[in-house]
């Protein structure tokens, strides 16, 4: 018998760490030859492919599956009113309320979340923006829409139509605005819809507390 180990192995073969994958980017696979098949590049099977970006929980409920078309109940609100006068020209996000090509809008953002913009079939070339909301509007699928006086407010009642959603705005917008406003039970209901769509879709989110105070 030979001295030694019967068995011999080379030394292990340190590998080079290569960087992780990056979203967006193209990578090409080749297909793995033989040793004993001559290498033609042209000859070689290849696929490309391209990592998406994971979307986190609140993009994922941001995706109705109703489409991007539907009939919806309409109001109008001014900013003069009784119930919007102590915020003024101001929206819900900050900034103030929007009445040209582009208009502001109220909605229940837990339905419609912020920055979601729609045209409505009958107002060519007008977008609405969702930059609003209202106690009143929560719990529905009423769209209240913004006008600078009084009187296009009355003249615009109470009205069902057709709207078409250019993009769907941002349920995580949504909740970063509203969680120091859980004061206000209107708000607690919107930030529990929200979560209540993010648990539909089976993925675990921690909870907005709600006790805190405006």
């Known amino acids: 018998m030979p001295k030694g180990p019967l068995f011999s192995f080379r030394k292990a073969t340190t590998f080079k760490k290569s960087p992780p994958l990056q979203s967006g980017v193209r990578y090409e696979v080749r297909k793995a030859l033989a040793s004993t098949v001559p290498f033609r590049p042209k000859d070689v099977k290849s696929y490309t492919f391209v990592l998406n970006t994971p979307k986190p929980p609140l993009m994922l409920a941001a995706s109705p599956s109703h489409g991007t078309q539907m009939r919806v109940r309409t ?35 837990s339905r419609f979340p912020v920055g979601t913009r ?7 070339g007008i977008i609405y923006e969702v930059d609003d909301y209202g106690s009143a509007l929560v719990g529905t699928g009423t769209i209240d829409l913004y006008k600078p006086t009084r009187g296009m407010m009355n003249d615009w009642g109470v009205r069902h139509v057709d709207i078409r959603v250019v993009k ?10 509203m969680r120091d406003r859980t004061r206000w039970p209107h708000v607690r209901q919107m930030i529990q819809g929200i979560q209540s769509r993010v648990g539909a879709l089976g993925v675990p989110m921690q909870p907005v507390p709600l006790t805190a105070s405006l």
């Open 118 to 124: 729609f045209c409505i079939a009958s107002e060519p």
């Open 168 to 177: 769907w705005g941002s349920y995580e917008r949504s909740m970063q605005l």
């Open 75 to 109: 109001t109008a609100y001014c900013h003069d009113e009784s119930d919007h006068i102590v915020y003024g020209t101001r929206n819900a996000i900050g900034t103030h309320l929007k009445y040209g090509t582009v208009r502001s809008a109220a909605a229940d953002w």
